[in-house]
Structures are given as C-alpha cells and as structure tokens.
C-alpha cells in the first residue's frame, strides 16, 4: 500500500487517478473518505468538493480485513473514493470474486474524478475462466482526447489479442500517454491454425523496438491454450493438478479415519473443480471424459476401495417364498454361516443355519433353514425349505414334537401397537401367492387350498375378511395372525402353532386381536429389527470367539474385533473375553491368547495407524499390581485387576495402544508359565562332587537350521505343533561357544561372560556376595543376566530363601563358584548362540556341583531358563548345538511341552559332501530382531490365513528337507532350503536388508540353496554350493559387491559330537580330555 500512495500522489501532481485491480481487501462498510462537515471551519483547511456529491457506499460483502483497512486509509489520505456500489450499475456492491472459499469483494475502481464523470460500474457474470467477475468501467469521455478514448476499461483482461500490427501500435501509444508498461517476458504471438508450423518465420510481430516471440501454446488464466485449438494439454494439465491436490490432503488427513461421505464431499468441492476448470469452453471442442478422470484420480487412490467376496450375493425384494428359500440354498457352499451352534450334530446336513444362535436340545433336520433367530430347546423336522426367521430368543416346547409340512415359512415379526411393542409370528407356505384372490384357483394358504384350509380348522372366510369381501381378499390381507389377548396380553407362537396343526382350539384362535401379514408388514418396527439381527450377528461373534479359543481352534478373530469396535460392542466382547481368561487356570495358553485378543480389540479401538507402534515397553507402574497377581499364579484375580486398570486407559487412542501394550506383557507372562511345565521332563541325578578349584569345561558346536524354524516357538508350537531340521557346525573348524565352572573356597559367585574373537574379545565380570545380587536376573540387559539365570534355573541357590547367600554357598557346596563363559560368534549371529551358551553353562554347573544329566534334559532345562530370562524362544537352538550332527527334532500341539530329537542316519559319504558344499557368510549385518518375536506372535495369535498356511508349509518343508537328507540329494536339499528362507520372509516380513538381499542375489548363480541363519535380519548367511570347496570364489565375488560393507566367509565342519566336557587339573590345565555327555 505504500507504494500504491507514492505512485498516487506522483500521478496527483499530472491529473486525476483511476486505480483498477485486484487489491485482495475486503473494505465492508468501512468509509472511504472524509467526513466535510466541520472542517470548513478549519483555518487553513480546503475540503475537497467532490465528498459533497458522494452517495453512500454499498457492499454484500461486511467482511474487514487487513488490506481492507488500508485500502480505505489509504482512499481517506489521497483524497481518493471507491466506485463499487455507489453508482449505477452497481448499487448494492454485489461480489467480484467466488471460489470454493466463498464470496468477496476484492476488486475495485478507486479514483478522485468527480462522480459525474462515469456513466456506469457494472460487474458481470463470473465465467469458468477465473474466479474474478469481469468489471467493467463506463467513462464519459468529452474531456478526453479523442486519440485516447476507451470506452470500456476491463479489468482481468490484460492479454491482448491483435490480428494487424496497427493494432500494437495503438497498444503503445496509449501505454506511452498514460505511463503504463507491457510486460514483454508475458507477451507472445499465437497464430491459429488447424496444423500448426513453424511461426516465426512467417509472422513478423514487434512492439516499439522489441520483436514479439512467437508460441505454440500459451497458458492464459490457468488454461493451457495450443495453437491447433486443442485442449487435450490443458485436459492433462488440470487431471495432474487435481491428482497433486489429492495427494496432498491425503498427506495431511493420513492419520485420520475420514468416513466415505466427508471424502465424496471433499472430492466435490475440492478436487472437482480443478478437473474441471475451464471446462465451459473446452467441452464443446474436445471430448471429456470425467468417469475416466475420477477412476484416475479418486478410486486408484483407493479411497473408495472394491474387494470381491467370494460366493456373495445381494438378496431383494424376491416375488416368492419359494425364490427367497431358492436364493439362501442354492447359492453358496456354506450351510452355517455367521452362526453360533452349541451342539454341531444336531443340525441335519442339508440344512442351513444363518446368523442364529442354536443352544440347548436343538434338532434342525434336512431341508430346514433358520435364520436371525436365536433358539433354544426346539426341534424342527422337515425335508426341504423349512424356514424360521427373526425369532426373539425362543424357548418354546411346543413345536418339539411336531413334525411341520414341507415348504412352510414361520417368521417373528417386531410391531408397534399403538404404544405396545408385540413379538408376532407368521406363517404361510413357500408357494402360496399372497396377492391372489381366495377364489382363485391358485390361491392357497400352508401351500393348502383354502377350501382344505376351512375344512381342517373350521374358520370362515367371515373371521378373515369380514363381511363385505372385496377385491382384497387374498393371503396378504387375511387376518390369520392372533398377536395380543387382551386380558392376558401377547399371544406368542401359539397362535402360529395352531394353525399349523398344533395344539390349540377355533374359539383361542379367535378371541385375542388377530393382523393381516400387510397389517404386520404395515406396523413392523424395522429399526428395531435391524438392531435385534445386529445384536445377534455381535452375539453369535462372541460366542465364536469364546468358542475359538477354548477350542484351540484357527479362526480368524481380527475382523470380528474390528466389526464390534466401528459399531460400540466392546464392551459386551471384552466381557466375554475376560471372563474365558479368567477361567482358563488349567490351560494357561488358552488365557494367554485371550489376553492377546483383548490387546487386539484395544488396537482397533484406538484406530489402525493411530496411537503409536503396539510394540514397545509395557512397564508402567499401575499395572503391577495385575502383573504380580499372575506371576504370582493367581489368574483370576489378575485378570480382574487388569480389567480395573483398563478403565482408566479408554479416552485416547495413544492410551489404548499402551493398555494393549500392557495386555500383550501379561499374555507374555502367562505364556512363559505355560512353557514353563517343560521342566517337569528334566531329570537331575546325584553323584559325586569334584574337588576343589578342578575345572569342568564344556565346548559346543553352533547351529544351522536348514528348515522348519519357527514353528517350535512358543504359542505356534504347543497350539499348533513344530518339526525342525537342523546340524552342529564347526566354524572355522572351532567350535565357538563354551563354559567352565570350577568352586572355590570364597562363598560367592564370581561369573565372568566373554564374547567375541579372541584377539578383539572382551570380558564383563560380576561379582555377586548378596542375594540381591541376583535379584536381576529376569531382566536380560542386566550385567550377567544369562549366567544368574543358570545360578537359579540349576538351584545353585535359591533367591527367595530367608538365608543368605554365603550361607546357602557353604551349607550346599562348601563354597562358592566360578563361572565362565565365552563365543567367539558376534554378537545377533543366527546361529543360536545364547540358547546353546545357556546349554553350556548348566552342564558345566550340573558337573560342577556332583550332579548327573542327559542332553534331552538340558532341552528342557533351557527351554525352563529362557522363560524366566524372559526372552523366551523356542527349542531348536539347544537342539542344534547340545545334539551332533543333522537331527530332526518334533513336539506335539500340547502342554506340558516335550520335544523328541531323532538324530537321521545318514551315510558317511553324503555327510562329506554336504560340509564341503556349505558355506558361511557374515554379512556385516547385526540382527535386529528387538521387536520381532512379539510382532510374530501376536500374528500367530490374531490366526491371519497367511501366517496358518507358512506354518503348515513350514512342517511340511522341514519334513522334505529330512527326507532330502535321507536320500542324500544336495539339489533337493537346495531346494528346501531357498523354499525356508521364502517362508522365513512371509513369517517375519522385513528380515531381509536391502544389502542382504544383494549379496544373495550375486551368489544365486552360485549356489543350490541359500538363507540367513534364525529369525534372519543379520547375522550369518549360510549356502549350499553348487561346487564343493568355493570359499576363496564366494569372497572374490563379494569384494566386488559396494553396497554390502564389511563381510566375511567362513568354512562350515559338521560336528558330530554336540557338547562335550573338558576336564581340566587345577594343577596342569594343559591336561585335558574330551568326553560327549
């Protein structure tokens, strides 16, 4: 604005000002000029004359804003007024500009010519070429020169069209008279023509000195403009526009769940009108298709989304009983859907059973269909195309023994009479049509004639129709129906019963209140219909759920709890799911996936993507108590405090995600107890102790699992049963994991972990002289968690005793220990390094304090140490380095949890070849696996199809891969293992770096089979050559690779041993022998 008054009162000093243009203020009823009154008597003061003659200002749009209130101080210093709405033509101020942000006024005339001096201010019509409504200003002109006179100054047009060069040069004359610049860097030349050429040479255009440039497109006011007269660029220009502001409030409303509506809305008044700008004059020249342009820019945006369900139909408005009992049994395959069957060998095959809750002595035989009903102790018997529908919790005996016609359809209807809400009940036969006359000769009721009809029951055409019988006197309007009795109220099915041949009397039929099925159809509450078969379709739900999970049964949950959290039924489901944990004590898997499913409904209460990652720490402190209570093993009481707590965590969903975080801990506790009863299958024997200072040294292989990890962790393998292929390995012809224990005469525990390579290992010692020492040894960052771990898995004391540790020291063992351990695998190898460590160190303490064990009992013992570690795992990293050799190990889907280890027999020949085929790389990856068995278990437990099916796979492949061995093909073996490392992606998706899967891709020429070791993520890649002895070629090949860093390639022996002692004097440890336990 400053500016625009410098320029002004420049151009006061030559004449008078007319400013024109878009000054984006919005002035409302704010004046624009000097009240004259008064200031006459102002000495010095010379008003100006003009404000005398000004009529009032008029303006639609009362909107101020900043630029409005400087605009107007602008007016009120220069002595300057505004035209819109104060002459004719534009009396009432109407709006210059209308988009999608509403209406204003922005664009004026200002000037300080005498009003007189214009004739008329119009605004016209807005067109499609731009938001902005064409203003025109009509001057009278017999104080202008006749050279320079313009009728009509437009604003908003400012490009010139000009067929002849005079034409420019009256462009710059004016521009010279009036100061005025044409901005030469936005001014070309377009000559039209229906094949455009090259122009320049042809054209000569100039304006004053400057030569023109000649275009063959233009954009003029947003629109792209060719010379051929096409707009098919402008068409692609507007879509990509469009596309770019889609994208962009999908960017900004990402975290939201808009509903479909509000996204049709924003596509309508957003979206719509940039495809379609302009389209008012390129409609008529180019063929638009807007259909196309919405596929394009709405639906491959998937925010409407189309998904196929298989089998699915949509069921309206059928002409007959018999295609509507055609449409529910012809069509599909399945016969009980959405339904909650409590005794499953009651319902007859042939039957169907549809969103219905069937309990008690049920009997449904063949032909039957029952649908929205739920039922129980009732027996219906027909042959085909019996039907109940909508039937209110019925526990009714009277039809338990009667057998119904074939064809007949009872339904339960929900009626308001008058201020009575009546459950009533219906029934007429499948070929009966209901709009034909009682005289015709089609016309029939239970698909009975009407005449067979009066004979069985006695009842007149009078009782139905009344006296005067019309055109009306059909099925529809017969009032057959006894609904209420008015001195003992609702009539039930009886009425129904009755006239299907049940027990009953004429005079009970015909003295309660009796409806017509229009009647009925007429007075039907259908909104509380609706919600009667929403609440059933929700109950049948819960009961399938409860069902689910005491039946260890693979069904699908997740969509169900996402279905009860949309609609407001978590309540009643959390109710249900609470109270199946709290009773589940016997079977503490059962109450560990029900936890699990409560911190899924949580989940998709908080909303998908929103509140955070449902991995995380669940360590707050006001779950402690619910957690103690199940440490403790009192699972109802901890079920109880946890639904205490829950309470409070509900309002936000960054709340809920924690309470699910907190649900997904106490499933996690519940859990390890479970795997916990695999201790009762190790046997510890006594013998005697070795003297004092004498080590007992044990060494280990590592492990390969060439198929069927996975499936032997905790839940999938107690509910659903694993089977592992693995071999000890040698690497570098070293077996790098180990322990030594030895007591000495201090009453303490001295245990001392080293890890890496032994030029670059390091050590960390802890010395423990109190019990609270070891306090720590459930959490596995402490300092030497792993090896307090095996001091109180192997009862060298006992934290929780009264006595103190020297005491308990010196009283056992007549002193204290000393614990070592060390591998030289780095740290996240993937070749089962802490499993097979923890292994090491108890056999060492077992020996070291006189006490005898088997390897399947240190299996077990592991298993037992890992779950108060609380790292939990499976079982086929013990397996592998405690047993020697390629061994095919198994456990039942069951608790107590056993595991069964069948070392294969294979020829010595073929285990030659397979060691000199395999390699090993470390990828210079560390493992990353923090998140990464509570993200698998937590699939597990929601049963997605996908993970189910890997499971299968994954025994069925581990099965093959034995068999391979059996058979001693290196191709077959090959082939087992790429298939287990695909598995192993689908189980735990994103545990293949980018560099990793390059550096795989370059050695697959090479090899037969290839995979990360374990859970993958890291670590050690191991291959099966094609050639024998590749080692110095596998390193060439990868040096050449640049993305993968620092790797190195490493030789496999097969060690058919597992873990062996050392022992070793205290007077000459360069004295050892090696025994296989």
């Known amino acids: 604005m400053h500016n625009i008054h410098t320029e002004t009162s420049h151009f006061q000093t030559q004449g008078n000002v007319l400013l024109c243009g878009d000054f984006n203020a919005r002035t409302g009823s704010e004046p624009d000029n000097i009240d004259p009154k008064g200031n006459e008597y102002v000495f010095g003061h010379n008003p100006l004359s003009l404000t005398k003659n000004l009529p009032p200002r008029n303006n639609l749009d009362q909107t101020v804003n900043k630029n409005g209130r400087e605009l107007v101080h602008l007016c009120r210093a220069s002595g300057l007024y505004i035209l819109n709405g104060r002459i004719r033509g534009d ?9 999608a942000l509403g209406a204003s006024v922005v664009d004026y005339a200002i000037t300080d010519m005498d009003p007189s001096s214009f004739s008329a201010f119009t605004v016209k019509q807005q067109t499609p070429l731009s938001d902005h409504n064409q203003t025109n200003i009509y001057i009278k002109t017999h104080n202008i020169p006749e050279q320079n006179r313009l009728e009509t100054c437009k604003m908003h047009q400012t490009t010139w069209c000009c067929c002849h060069p005079l034409h420019l040069d009256l462009l710059e004359n004016y521009c010279q008279n009036w100061a005025l610049a044409v901005n030469l860097t936005k001014t070309n030349i377009m000559v039209f023509q229906k094949k455009p050429r090259c122009q320049e040479h042809r054209h000569q255009f100039s304006l004053g000195s400057t030569a023109l440039e000649h275009t063959m497109q233009y954009t003029y006011l947003g629109l792209v403009i060719t010379a051929s007269g096409s707009f098919s660029m402008a068409v692609n220009a507007l879509k990509d526009k469009a596309r770019r502001t889609l994208y962009a409030i999908k960017k900004k409303f990402q975290n939201i769940d808009l509903p479909i509506p509000i996204w049709c809305k924003i596509f309508d008044s957003v979206i719509q009108p940039i495809a379609l700008y302009g389209s008012a004059v390129y409609r008529c020249t180019w063929s638009f298709d807007t259909n196309s342009l919405i596929h394009d820019v709405l639906y491959l945006e998937q925010i409407l989304t189309t998904v196929y369900i298989p089998e699915g139909r949509y069921d309206y408005l059928t002409q007959s009983g018999r295609e509507h009992v055609i449409r529910l049994t012809e069509s599909g395959s399945e016969t009980v859907i959405l339904s909650h069957i409590q005794d499953v060998q009651s319902v007859s095959e042939g039957s169907w059973v549809i969103n219905s ?34 039937s209110y919790r019925l526990s009714c005996f009277t039809l338990k023994y009667a057998t119904l016609w074939n064809d007949i359809i009872v339904q339960g209807h929900r009626v308001m009479l008058g201020e009575l809400k009546l459950q009533v009940y219906t029934a007429f036969g499948a070929h009966d049509n209901l709009e034909a006359h009682a005289d015709d000769v089609t016309a029939s009721f239970l698909n009975q004639k009407w005449s067979e009809f009066y004979s069985r029951t006695g009842i007149q055409p009078l009782d139905l129709w009344g006296p005067e019988r019309t055109e009306s006197c059909c099925l529809l309007d017969a009032r057959l129906f006894p609904v209420f009795m008015p001195r003992s109220g609702p009539v039930g099915l009886e009425g129904v019963c009755w006239l299907l041949g049940g027990a009953g009397a004429l005079d009970s039929w015909k003295e309660p209140w009796r409806l017509s099925l229009r009647d009925i159809l007429i007075l039907t509450d259908q909104q509380t219909e609706l919600r009667w078969r929403e609440e059933l379709f929700f109950s049948v739900g819960r009961r399938r759920a409860v069902d689910t999970l005491q039946g260890h049964t693979d069904l699908n949950l997740l969509p169900f709890f996402r279905a009860a959290a949309l609609a407001g039924q978590q309540e009643a489901l959390l109710q249900a799911l ?11 898997g059962v109450a560990a996936r029900c936890l699990a499913c409560i911190a ?25 108590p619910a957690f103690k209570f199940l440490e403790d093993g009192n699972l109802p009481a901890g079920v109880q405090e946890l639904v205490n707590q829950r309470k409070h965590w509900l309002s936000r969903p960054d709340l809920l995600v924690r309470a699910a975080r907190h649900y997904e801990g106490a499933g996690q506790i519940l859990l390890r107890k479970a795997v916990m009863s695999a201790r009762q299958f190790v046997f510890i024997g006594r013998g005697e102790m070795p003297p004092m200072g004498e080590w007992q040294e044990v060494e280990c292989p590592a492990r390969l699992d060439l198929s069927g990890g996975w499936s032997d962790t905790p839940p999938i393998v107690f509910e659903h049963g694993g089977l592992v292929v693995n071999v000890a390995i040698k690497v570098d012809g070293k077996r790098p994991i180990g322990a030594r224990v030895r007591r000495v005469p201090e009453p303490h525990l001295l245990l001392v972990s080293t890890s890496g390579e032994p030029a670059y290992s390091f050590s960390t010692e802890t010395l423990c002289e109190d019990l609270t020492d070891l306090e720590d040894y459930c959490q596995p960052h402490a300092p030497g968690a792993l090896l307090k771990a095996v001091c109180v898995c192997s009862e060298l004391v006992c934290v929780s005793s009264p006595v103190s540790l020297k005491e308990q020291l010196l009283q056992r063992w007549a002193g204290g220990l000393e614990i070592h351990s060390w591998s030289s695998l780095p740290h996240g190898s993937g070749l089962g390094t802490s499993s097979i460590l923890a292994g090491a160190a108890l056999a060492a303490v077992y020996r070291c304090t006189g006490r005898s064990f088997d390897t399947n009992s240190l299996i077990h013992d592991v298993l037992y140490l890992e779950q108060i570690l609380t790292t939990g795992g499976g079982w086929q990293d013990q397996v592998g380095g405690l047993f020697g050799g390629v061994k095919l190990a198994r456990s039942a889907a069951q608790l107590p949890l056993r595991v069964e280890v069948e070392q294969l027999s294979l020829t010595q020949d073929f285990l030659s070849v397979l060691q000199q085929h395999l390699l090993l790389v470390y990828t210079g990856k560390t493992r990353l696996a923090r998140n990464l068995l509570q993200d698998v278990v937590r699939s597990w ?92 070629t596998v390193t060439e090949i990868l040096r050449n690779i640049q993305v993968i860093g620092s790797f190195s390639v490493h030789s496999v022996d097969l060690d058919m041993d597992g873990i062996s002692v050392l022992q070793k004097s205290s007077e000459h440890p360069e004295q050892q022998q090696m025994t296989q336990i």
Request: proline share 4%; glycine share 12%; charged share 15%.
């Open 941 to 1032: 437990y929601a049963r997605s199809p996908s993970i189910i099916q890997n499971v299968e796979q994954l025994v069925t492949n581990a099965e093959e891969c034995a068999e391979a061995c059996r058979e001693g093909s290196l191709l077959r073996l090959g082939r087992c293992m790429d298939t287990y490392w695909q598995q192993k992606k689908l189980m735990a998706p994103g545990c293949e770096p980018t560099a990793v899967r390059s550096m795989m891709n370059t050695l697959q020429p090479l090899s037969l089979g290839q995979s990360l070791a374990g859970a993958g993520g890291g670590g050690f890649l191991f291959l099966l050559t094609r050639e024998p002895q590749q080692k110095e």
């Open 91 to 99: 009396s009432l101020g109407r709006f210059t500009c209308c988009s």
């Open 600 to 624: 899924d409904v949580l989940g998709c209460l908080a909303g998908e993507g929103k509140g955070g990652l449902r991995s995380g720490p669940a360590a707050n402190p006001s779950w402690a």
């Open 357 to 390: 809750v069937l309990e008690g002595d049920v009997r449904v035989s063949a032909g039957a269909v029952v649908q929205h009903c739920h039922l129980q102790v009732w027996r219906i018997l027909a042959n085909l195309g019996q039907i109940l529908t909508n």
């Open 578 to 588: 609470d109270s199946v944990a709290a009773n589940s004590s016997v079977d503490l």
